[in-house]
């Protein structure tokens, strides 16, 4: 008897730590692929007007040259995501993710919001010759921002920054606490001692109603 009686302690401590539980769950709110993309999409791109800087479309998508390091990490920059594809929600926890290809080792400045408002982060990457994914967190999001953008300094990557596609996320927090009270509501629901839900025709020890029922 003891023995069971331990068991259901165990049993419901599972429970309220799975109530407890939290998961993030990333929403994709816009995403471009720039691969095979043509020339009329290159009114996207911003550019300080530094000697030497350059942009084209190439088979993997847009290829950014940077001649040399710059003073500043925005000198040159491309609007890689333009204004009218997604909105932001203030306190809400975001994702910039880049499928990139990095020529030298280096600092990225990638910049989420508006012309007005934006917040920037610096994400130090290293040369490499395949594509490289890169995401760039915003925790807390300080505005809501109808319309906004996405944009990058190379100032301090130097050569040719090939970006094949750009993505935002919403990170979304989601718990079990939903769940675990209908289940417990419904009077019809039977979980095991191991905190499964079975069937009626389940043989043995369950716990019904929060109350432990032998099946025969």
Same mark, same amino acid.
């Given at each position: 008897? *003891?023995?069971?009686?331990?068991?259901?302690?165990?049993?419901?401590?599972?429970?309220?730590?799975?109530?407890?539980?939290?998961?993030?769950?990333?929403?994709?709110?816009?995403?471009?692929?720039?691969?095979?993309?043509? !020339?009329?999409?290159?009114?996207?791109?911003?550019?300080?007007?530094?000697?030497?800087? &350059?942009?084209?479309?190439?088979?993997?998508?847009?290829?950014?040259? #940077?001649?040399?390091?710059?003073?500043?990490?925005?000198?040159?920059?491309?609007?890689?995501?333009?204004?009218?594809?997604? #909105?932001?929600?203030? #306190?809400?926890?975001?994702?910039? *993710?880049?499928?990139?290809?990095?020529? &030298?080792?280096?600092?990225?400045?990638?910049?989420?919001?508006?012309?007005?408002?934006?917040?920037?982060?610096?994400?130090?990457?290293? !040369?490499?010759?395949?594509?490289?994914?890169?995401?760039?967190?915003?925790?807390?999001?300080? *505005? &809501?921002?109808?319309? !906004?953008?996405?944009?990058?300094?190379?100032?301090?990557?130097?050569?040719?920054?090939?970006?094949?596609?750009?993505?935002?996320?919403?990170?979304?927090?989601?718990?079990?606490?939903?769940?675990?009270?209908?289940?417990?509501?419904?009077?019809?629901?039977?979980?095991?001692?191991?905190?499964?839900?079975?069937?009626?025709?389940?043989?043995?020890?369950?716990?019904?109603?929060?109350?432990?029922?032998?099946? *025969?």
């Amino acid at each position: 008897m *003891r023995k069971y009686l331990i068991l259901l302690v165990i049993f419901l401590s599972c429970l309220k730590a799975n109530a407890q539980q939290e998961d993030d769950e990333l929403v994709s709110l816009a995403k471009v692929n720039f691969e095979g993309m043509s !020339a009329p999409f290159q009114w996207l791109y911003f550019f300080n007007n530094e000697a030497g800087t &350059s942009m084209e479309t190439v088979e993997d998508g847009i290829a950014i040259t #940077n001649p040399h390091v710059q003073d500043q990490a925005w000198t040159p920059s491309a609007v890689v995501l333009p204004e009218g594809l997604f #909105n932001l929600e203030e #306190n809400h926890d975001y994702i910039i *993710r880049l499928t990139i290809k990095v020529p &030298s080792d280096g600092t990225y400045q990638v910049i989420l919001g508006s012309w007005n408002t934006n917040y920037s982060c610096y994400v130090n990457v290293k !040369a490499g010759n395949e594509f490289q994914i890169i995401d760039t967190e915003y925790p807390e999001y300080g *505005r &809501s921002i109808d319309d !906004a953008h996405v944009l990058i300094g190379f100032g301090w990557v130097e050569g040719t920054t090939i970006i094949k596609e750009v993505e935002v996320l919403e990170k979304r927090v989601t718990t079990g606490i939903q769940s675990v009270n209908s289940a417990k509501d419904a009077k019809d629901a039977i979980y095991n001692l191991a905190g499964q839900k079975v069937s009626t025709s389940y043989k043995g020890i369950v716990i019904k109603n929060g109350k432990r029922v032998v099946i *025969r």
